[in-house]
Every structure is written in structure tokens, then in C-alpha cells.
């Protein structure tokens, strides 16, 4: 009995070791439409490329000094967090993994439902991460996030983000009319009447 009790933890530890908390693939939107597309598509790229480096400031900085050879090279990587700043980014999660295995072998049904809480908030604090550093590196190159968009894990990041850059309709050139129809009008004031100009008006009449 306890040898089949401990087969049945163990095997609920792999399902949950199966969870993934591999983050989800998202793509930035950001609140004003670039007005150069090819170079807001650039700056995205490698803005993704830093994150997934581990870089949490210094964007700019770090891209002139890894250079542009080095950025393209994880230019594709999205939202890849299997290097070595993802490692780091999910270390305080690992005693909860390891509790929610813990769990599965002392209570199997309490435990596996432990264990997929556990793997969907270490996926979870692995977005938030990605998207806070993904919206500073942005800020830097001057773009401002409005929302996230979830895509499909095998789309590229940066052609969905410029794709729903071109989606954004443009702001309208002010009209004629308007720029008319806001034009200060200035009221000219009547010159105040002397004594010399009102006697000359009595010398007229």
C-alpha cells in the first residue's frame, strides 16, 4: 500500500513537473503610432533581445556597447526566457515548485492542484517581468506601451507589434476650416475721446 501510494506521488510529480511555466508570447502595443515604421520595428527587436539577455535598465547603453551584431543575433528570440536572466528571474520561484512537489507525494490530489497553482504563477511572474522590462527598454527609444496583446508562441513579436501599429488609424491633418475656426479673433478697443476731439467735432457741426 505505502509502495503504491508512493508510485501514485511520484507520478503526480511528473504531471506537475509537466506544468509549463514557460511564459506566453506577447506583443507590446503602443499608445501613439511611430511615425518611421522600419526603425520602431528595429528598436522592438532590440528591445527583445535585451530582455531575453536579462537586461532590466540601460537599454541604450547596453545596445551601443553589445553593438548591432551582437543585438541580432536574439534579434528572434521573443519572448525566450531560456537564458541565463530567465534562470535568475524564476529562482524565488523554485521552493514553491518544490513544495507543490512535496505536496503531490503527501496528498496526490491536493498536491497536483497545488502544483498547477504553482506553475501558472511562476508563469505568470515571468510575464510580469518580460513586460515591465520590455516597456522600460521601449520607453527609452521613445515609445509608450498602451496594452499587450497575446500571440501565438511561434509568431515574431516585433511583426505583430508593427502589424498593430499599422492597424491604428492615423490622426487627421487639421482642416482650413478648423485651424480658422480656431484662430483667436482680436477685438480692437475704440480709442478713448479727449476734450481737444470733441471740441472739434462741435467746430464741425
Not at 71 to 88: E, H, M
Not at 189 to 195: A, F, I, N, R, V
Request: charged share 20%.
Amino acid at each position: 500500500m505505502h509502495v503504491n501510494k508512493t508510485i501514485c506521488g511520484l507520478m503526480m510529480a511528473a504531471a506537475i513537473s509537466g506544468c509549463s511555466t514557460r511564459p506566453r508570447n506577447f506583443a507590446a502595443q503602443v499608445a501613439v503610432p511611430p511615425a518611421e515604421m522600419a526603425s520602431f520595428e528595429g528598436d522592438y527587436r532590440t528591445c527583445n533581445a535585451l530582455v531575453a539577455q536579462g537586461r532590466r535598465t540601460g537599454f541604450k547603453e547596453a545596445a551601443v556597447t553589445v553593438g548591432a551584431s551582437g543585438v541580432g543575433a536574439l534579434a528572434g528570440v521573443g519572448v525566450a526566457f531560456g537564458t541565463a536572466g530567465a534562470v535568475a528571474g524564476s529562482a524565488p520561484f523554485a521552493g514553491l515548485a518544490a513544495a507543490g512537489t512535496i505536496a503531490s507525494m503527501a496528498v496526490p490530489g491536493l498536491g497536483l492542484l497545488a502544483g498547477f497553482g504553482v506553475s501558472r504563477m511562476i508563469r505568470g511572474g515571468k510575464e510580469r517581468k518580460f513586460k515591465r522590462a520590455m516597456a522600460a527598454c521601449l520607453d527609452e527609444y521613445g515609445y509608450t506601451v498602451d496594452d499587450w496583446e497575446r500571440i501565438d508562441r511561434r509568431s515574431d513579436a516585433a511583426t505583430a507589434a508593427l502589424a498593430m501599429v499599422r492597424e491604428q488609424p492615423a490622426e487627421a491633418a487639421p482642416s482650413a476650416a478648423s485651424e480658422a475656426a480656431l484662430t483667436p479673433v482680436v477685438l480692437q478697443s475704440p480709442e478713448p475721446e479727449t476734450g481737444f476731439s470733441r471740441a472739434a467735432a462741435v467746430a464741425d457741426d
